[in-house]
């Protein structure tokens, strides 16, 4: 999957629409302006795991393993013993062969209630 910039894709659209009629030519200009539009870096602001032999967390994340298929939220770091070289640790569990990681998402708002 590609991630490409809206921001940039959405002002290529806005010259497109001002300048051209609608139609089948508007249509190809657009998918061109798709095809080629500009793409964002994968971990910046896009949420979605990232393989820990791209770069580390700087906290806590949700450390993932594929061998085990299993998560914890924790903090990850380099151990010998583990096959992938990296293992992660919460307050009372160990994930082994970490592979994967990604960042914490926002808790939720606080609302007014039980809720």
Known sequence: MRL??????????GKLWATMPDGEELSKELMKAINH????????????????KDRLPDGECI???TKWFEMIIG??????????GY?????NEVLRDVTHW??????PEEVSGNG
Do not use: C, F, H, Q
């Open 37 to 52: 539009a500009p793409t964002v870096a994968k971990d910046i602001n896009v949420p979605g795991w990232i393989s820990v």
């Open 4 to 13: 490409i910039d809206a921001d940039a894709l959405m002002k290529e659209a």
């Open 63 to 65: 450390a993932y393993s």
């Open 102 to 107: 990604m960042t914490l998402p926002e808790p």
């Open 87 to 91: 293992e992660a640790e919460s307050e």
């Open 75 to 84: 903090y990850i770091y380099k151990a010998t013993a583990s096959d992938t």
